[in-house]
């Protein structure tokens, strides 16, 4: 029985090495085949709030999984935020209910129910909480390594995001829409058990698309929209 077809379609699957046990997974480079969650059955988290912060304090690798994906998915409540976010050429103004310090200026009373049309040519302010939703409104996503401090360690674990095309981002900056989703990929490059110490904030910055200068539109995720 002539035995090279079969030998040579493990060597395709699992690499050079015939070790296929789930601790040399890393070392013969076949990490796609690795128990556990993959991109395309990711864990999943949900995202309303911006900005949030993920914060990931685990270890990988060494008969559990030498990669593991995460599925963000972003769904912008726009009335709740926790940031002010200034627009072009405007700035966020500070409310306050305190008695007047100036000895100058009186306070200001707010009333919301009172003159509600125009009256010699002045409108009534709205006052509205949370963001203003824009045309092409793009939240920021920054991923951070912040690594265990042991050089021999971190050297060995890489963590990238990725588009909702499944692509690879190459950079640990991106930009989504408010309503959109990316992933987070943790990959472990050695057969031992490595920690991990990464966040991903979310929303730190939210513009629109029009307003990115030429330099941060490279972190835009590639994606028709």
């Known amino acids: 029985m ?9 060597t395709m699957i699992y690499g050079s090495s015939d070790h296929t046990a789930p601790a040399g997974l890393s070392a013969s480079r076949s990490l796609n085949y690795a128990n556990g969650p993959s991109i395309t059955r990711p864990e999943n988290v949900n995202v309303s709030f911006i900005p949030f912060t993920l914060e990931y304090r685990d270890t990988i690798g060494l008969f559990g ?18 940031k002010c976010f200034e627009e072009k050429d405007w700035e966020c103004a500070v ?4 008695a007047e310090e100036d000895l100058y200026w009186e306070s200001a009373e707010i ?3 009172k003159d509600l049309i125009v009256e010699n040519t002045y409108h009534p302010a709205i006052f509205k909480m949370g963001i203003n939703n824009k045309f092409g ?15 021999y ?10 588009t909702a095309d499944r ?6 900056r991106m930009y989504i829409y ?17 920690p991990y110490n990464v966040d991903c904030i979310i929303g730190d910055t939210y513009i629109n698309k029009q307003d990115l200068t030429d330099d941060e539109r490279r972190y835009i995720a590639r994606r028709i929209r």
Not at 2 to 10: G, Q
Not at 65 to 82: H, I, M, Q, R, T
Not at 137 to 151: A, E, I, Q, W
């Open 167 to 172: 692509e690879e981002h190459p950079y640990d």
């Open 65 to 82: 999984a030498e990669n593991y994906f995460v599925k963000v998915n972003v769904k912008l409540d726009p009335s709740v935020v926790g």
């Open 111 to 113: 009333l919301l129910d």
């Open 178 to 194: 408010e309503n959109d989703f990316f992933y987070i990929g943790f990959h472990a490059r050695n057969t031992r058990r490595l």
């Open 95 to 98: 409310i306050t209910k305190r």
């Open 137 to 151: 409104g793009m939240l920021s996503v920054d991923l951070n390594n912040l690594k265990t401090g042991n050089k």
């Open 153 to 162: 360690i971190d050297s060995w674990l890489d963590v990238r995001l990725y």
């Open 2 to 10: 002539d035995v090279t077809a079969e030998i040579l379609r493990n």
